[in-house]
């Protein structure tokens, strides 16, 4: 069968678990299984960190990746996502890794080519899922030997544009973690009713909500999915909003700080804590390009055995 990647509740139980582990091993030396195939990576929105370390992944498996550019491609000539999509899984490469500002489209994808055995791999899609930012996530806090079921994890800032939150907090439940907190403007947080962030307490003063956390997560303003909001400027934001030297310096001692990137310092986060000894931001980035070897090798091995996909 094959498995597609498309978001944290779909994965099948254990898996999670499952991949996190992997890409640990991986970290500290596990051999990777070699695969064959290749990956093509179609990104409708800008990225960096997450197509580069997809890209990254797939070369040190032995697999080939291609990205297509969707503004240079015959998407811009009237053609459908899906037919787009459907005429690269034709050529039968192993995965395509897709990331798109619409909610939902992975799984449009993934419904276009049921029946190709081509894999489909969510690198993000709008405001819902990035489920590969919360594995890596993971794994950067499994890799330090967090006690999931102990810790206190809080995301800071703009929650409700976040699909790196949405995904965290689904993992987070997963691996049993029961102290989960947001904080931020309310016009930054999710709606109460959002299913997304059942049993995560909404701690309205930023000072209370770090205290005694073991894990904080900055995110920063999603501006591409805001329309119209009105904000305090950087450095207002900042004091009131940020994870500023001041409040870092009040942290537990063990605490850690995360932040999935892009980072905009001195706004959700002061550059000295960004590049402290708190920070695991580019342990994260790195942990990314194990986590999504894991990734493929676990779309490769069921490809595998699928007799006749
Ligand atoms: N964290 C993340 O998704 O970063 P990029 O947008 O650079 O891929």
């Not at 930012?133 to 499994?142: F, G, I, N």
């Not at 810790?151 to 997963?174: E, K, P, Q, T």
């Not at 403007?185 to 299913?195: F, G, I, K």
């Amino acid at each position: 069968m094959t498995r597609h990647l498309i978001d944290i509740e779909a994965l099948p139980p254990g898996d999670a678990e499952r991949l996190i582990a992997r890409a640990v091993a991986l970290s500290r030396g596990a051999r990777p299984e070699a695969c064959r195939g290749e990956i093509i990576q179609l990104f409708w929105e800008p990225s960096t960190r997450t197509r580069v370390s997809f890209e990254l992944a797939a070369h040190r498996l032995g697999l080939r990746p291609l990205s297509i550019d969707p503004e240079r491609s015959s998407s811009t000539k009237g053609e459908s996502l899906e037919d787009t999509c459907r005429t690269l899984a034709a050529m039968q490469p192993t995965a395509l890794v897709v990331r798109h500002a619409e909610a939902g489209t992975p799984q449009r994808v993934a419904g276009a080519l049921a029946g190709t055995g081509v894999a489909v791999v969510n690198a993000g899609d709008g405001a819902r899922a990035h489920p590969t930012q919360a594995l890596l996530d993971a794994a950067t806090l499994a890799d330090e030997g967090i006690d999931w079921a102990g810790a206190r994890i809080v995301l800071l800032g703009d929650l409700r544009h976040s699909r790196v939150a949405r995904s965290a907090f689904s993992l987070y439940r997963r691996l049993g973690v029961e102290d989960l907190r947001m904080s931020g403007p309310s016009a930054l947080l999710p709606d109460p009713d959002d299913p997304a962030f059942r049993g995560v307490a909404r701690v309205e003063d930023i000072d209370a909500a770090l205290d005694d956390a073991g894990v904080v997560v900055c995110l920063r303003i999603q501006r591409e999915r805001i329309r119209a909001l009105s904000l305090p400027d950087a450095d207002a934001y900042h004091a009131a909003w940020g994870l500023t030297e001041e409040r870092a310096g009040r942290l537990r001692p063990d605490a850690r700080v995360l932040h999935p990137g892009p980072v905009n310092r001195g706004v959700e986060i002061a550059p000295g804590v960004a590049d402290g000894e708190r920070s695991r931001i580019l342990r994260q980035v790195r942990m990314g390009v194990w986590l999504r070897m894991a990734v493929f090798e676990w779309v490769a091995g069921a490809a595998e055995s699928t007799p006749s996909a």
